[in-house]
């Protein structure tokens, strides 16, 4: 059984930075992309960012130079530096990796953008 476990989400001032980690563990073989979406309350989900194998990245236009998305292969976890944030980001943010073949997902973060 394949299970991503997500971290670091939280209340942040606008201009502040959080880190998010999705962790994967089980049994896992191969890892292809990885990669964030987001759910605001009434909005659609949207991707953020996603990473490759090989380390290409792709950025949602609203996020691009101030998203950072990054991998650690060794450790099966993924990365998400979010700097300059404003209170449009706020929202459920889900991670999600390429597993063994298979699409899995994280459980959710709230991410709160608030003065």
Known sequence: QVQLVESGGGLVQPGGSLRLSCAASGSIFSINTMGWNRQ???KERELVADITSG???NYA???KGRFA???DNAK?????????LKPEDTAVYYCYSYINGRL???QGTQVTVSS
């Open 40 to 42: 605001a309350p009434g």
């Open 55 to 57: 380390g290409t990245t």
């Open 61 to 63: 236009n609203s996020v």
């Open 69 to 71: 998305i990054s991998r």
């Open 76 to 84: 099966n976890t993924q990365y998400l530096q979010m700097n300059s």
């Open 104 to 106: 899995h997902w994280g």
